[in-house]
């Protein structure tokens, strides 16, 4: 099938400006934020240290009693010793993408293994459905997310309109019905695990893992997801 792509900022009714043979699909991009701050880049560190070196030239100097007061502060019976959380989790070590305790320093995305629409046989996807009665397409993406994993009461969409869109034309060859698949994002709310269902397998990815899932549609995909 023949693919056409861009970005989406229409809302209203606009969405459904289409011929009787079209199909309109919602898919949920379903994402989990980062949990620990991810590392910082390299050069982001050396012009940090540089910064820091060079307001130490410049900084007032304080008499030394002030400073042995200044230094009695805080201490006390309320000293905690602290220490960070690993960066590594066990998942990342046996490399299980079936768990989100995984690339905590990272965004995660879901994908479901099955058939879906315009395809025949199994394929990775995201959750999606067609749009069939539904209110809006914001309705049919809450509904398509819902049917891989129940309540939605751990999940925020973000916003009502689709953060993007693709169009798939038919070819010669393949008289299926030309898609039209509008993508909404959705974000995991204080949850660690879902009963992910209706699906031959799922996996949770990282933006890189995912365009290899999908290299004809990398580039599209690529510009869309904003990491």
């Known amino acids: 099938m023949k693919m056409q792509r861009c970005c989406s900022s229409a809302i209203g009714k606009r969405w459904f400006f289409s011929s009787n043979n079209d199909?309109?699909?919602a898919s949920v991009?379903?994402?989990?934020?980062?949990v620990v701050v991810p590392k910082i880049d390299p050069?982001?560190?050396a012009f940090q240290e540089f910064s820091f070196r060079w307001r130490q030239q410049y900084r007032r100097e304080y008499p030394e009693s002030f400073l042995k007061k200044s230094d009695?502060?805080?201490?006390?019976d309320y000293q905690i010793d602290y220490k960070p959380a690993p960066r590594i989790s066990e998942a990342d070590k046996t490399n299980d993408q079936r768990s989100l305790q995984r690339a905590l320093d990272k965004r995660l995305y879901l994908l479901v293994h099955g058939t879906t629409q315009g395809s025949g046989k199994p394929v990775w996807h995201f959750p999606e459905k067609a749009y069939e009665s539904e209110e809006n397409l914001r309705k049919c993406a809450e509904s398509a997310?819902?049917?891989f994993i129940g309540d939605l009461s751990h999940t925020y969409f973000v916003?009502?309109?689709?953060m993007g869109h693709m169009v798939m034309q038919p070819t010669e060859d393949n008289k299926i019905p030309s898609i039209k698949r509008f993508f909404f994002k959705s974000q995991v709310i204080a949850a660690n695990k879902f009963d992910i269902r209706k699906c031959d397998d799922f996996v949770w990815v990282?933006?890189?893992?995912?365009?290899e899932y999908f290299p004809?549609?990398?580039?599209?995909?690529?510009?869309?997801?904003?990491?």
């Open 206 to 211: 990282t933006k890189d893992e995912l365009l």
């Open 23 to 25: 199909k309109i699909v």
């Open 159 to 162: 916003g009502n309109a689709p």
């Open 145 to 147: 997310l819902e049917s």
């Open 43 to 45: 050069t982001v560190y």
């Open 72 to 76: 009695t502060r805080g201490k006390g």
């Open 216 to 227: 004809e549609q990398a580039e599209f995909l690529n510009k869309m997801i904003i990491s």
């Open 29 to 34: 991009l379903f994402e989990r934020l980062p």
